[in-house]
């Protein structure tokens, strides 16, 4: 593409919140937590005070309104996508907020965080990097350990539950759940982090951070009442467990059903799936979901996953003022990662490819902002492509599955040759 975009530029240092902007932080925040009777709990926070790291989980966007209110009245700063900056950049850069590209490793994002920390600030770092797509704990990086040790500050972690059943991914209209919880829990003090091996800490961050929303929802007996419940259900549930077909699931009302073989299963008031006629394989949404991920694991160990040759138009994001066409292109994702290739409006060709190591999981969307249909996200420190297959015959949730899973079979593989 012959013209040239100004970058987004990551090297502005982070600025501590404006005075005058907290209490709009406040005013944007609380009334959600009210609307929605958040219980928040702190666990072994007295005397817990700024600077220190805090580590939310992340399901929807009452995640950070609650993370807000159990910060207030300190100043924090908030690692954020660079998609969130859309439009809005000074504002956020205003009131505290760090860009980052999805999946990436920055060191100058390093940097802006131990600025934060010698501000006095609370560095908050979604480590997820995406909303959950069933209520359970997506994968985690395993340089949290490292970024522990090097700003050596107390660890919190904020586990919130409730906004996935309130406003799952698959469908964000909002279902009035109430009460949901939250718990802030001190997880490492500073002389603690000074002994523990990095491995520890990684381990404890992720004992921290398992969650179940529709378990959670059982267990409280909280009831679903949106006639729509079910609708978009099947960009998770992608694949039938009654015939096996991948790509023809389909869902409406409280209904998801199977276009290839007929099969229907209900949605209750409690988030539980039952057979309209027959065996119900799954009652339990995350252990259909985890049902998929075993057979794309394997596929990849038997070295048969590949997504085949997907047609695509490329959006690139080269800044906060907004998307710009890049062009059409293919996308294939296999045992080699992904590759994006194609021409852009100039005649030029672009390319993007993204070998196995280098990607532990990726981004995806559904029907992004109402109107774009699904995507993949990939990105590099200068750039974000947002990637929109044509046709049906895929599902951007097996792609982000089977990311995780190429991952861990390239190192479960070279640990086994060393």
């Known amino acids: ?26 005013a944007l925040s609380y009334p959600a937590t009210i609307r929605h ?26 995640d950070f309104k609650v993370a807000s209110r159990a910060m207030f ?12 900056f859309i ?53 985690l990086p395993d340089s949290l350990g490292k970024l522990c040790k090097l700003l050596g500050v107390p660890v919190v972690t904020l586990i919130c539950h409730g906004h996935h ?11 009035g759940i ?51 419940h079910a609708e978009g259900l099947h960009k998770v549930l992608y694949q039938c467990p009654s015939c096996g077909t991948e790509f023809r699931m389909g869902s409406s009302g409280r209904q998801l059903f199977c276009m290839e073989c007929g099969k229907r299963w209900n949605l209750s008031d409690l988030s539980e799936l039952s057979a309209e006629k027959g065996e119900t394989e799954f009652s339990h ?39 710009v066409r890049l062009g059409e292109g293919t996308l294939v994702h296999d045992m080699n990662g992904f590759t994006v290739r194609g021409v852009d409006r100039d005649g030029d060709e672009f390319l993007m490819k993204k070998d196995v190591p280098s990607l532990y999981s990726c981004h995806i969307e559904y029907e992004y902002l109402g109107k774009h249909g699904d995507c993949v996200d990939l990105n590099t420190l200068e750039d974000t492509w947002y990637i929109y297959p044509h046709g049906t015959d895929f599902s951007v949730t097996k792609m982000a599955l089977a990311t995780e899973e190429l991952y861990q ?9 060393e």
């Open 37 to 62: 009777r958040t219980k928040l709990q702190k666990i072994g926070m007295d005397g817990v005070r700024p600077p220190y790291l805090l580590l939310c989980n992340h399901n929807a966007f009452m």
């Open 178 to 228: 109430s009460p949901t919880e939250a718990e802030m829990k001190l997880l490492y003090s500073a002389e603690e982090l000074k002994d523990l091996p990095v491995d520890e800490i990684n381990a404890g961050i992720a004992d921290a951070f398992q969650y179940d929303d529709f378990a959670w929802q059982k267990e409280r007996n909280i009831r679903v009442k949106y006639k729509k």
């Open 285 to 323: 949404i995350p252990d259909w979901y985890e049902w998929e991920r075993a057979n794309v694991r394997r596929e990849v160990e038997n070295g048969t996953y590949s997504s085949g040759e997907l047609s695509v138009t490329v959006d690139s994001l080269p800044n906060a003022i907004g998307f």
């Open 1 to 26: 593409m012959k013209e040239e975009f100004v970058r987004f530029d990551m090297s502005e240092p982070p600025t501590r919140t404006k005075w005058y902007l907290m209490p709009l932080i406040a």
């Open 409 to 417: 079979h390239y190192w479960r593989v070279k640990k086994g040759r």
């Open 73 to 84: 009245p300190h100043r924090a700063n908030y690692v954020v996508a660079i998609d969130g």
């Open 165 to 175: 059943v309130n406003s799952p991914f698959w469908n964000l209209h909002n279902r």
């Open 87 to 139: 439009g809005r950049e000074r504002l956020l850069r205003n009131v505290g907020c760090l860009c980052k590209r999805k999946f990436t490793s920055n060191l100058r994002l390093v940097k802006h965080l131990r600025k934060v920390i010698v501000n006095g600030n609370i560095a908050v770092i979604y480590p997820e990097a995406r909303y959950s797509l069933c209520g359970t704990t997506a994968v």
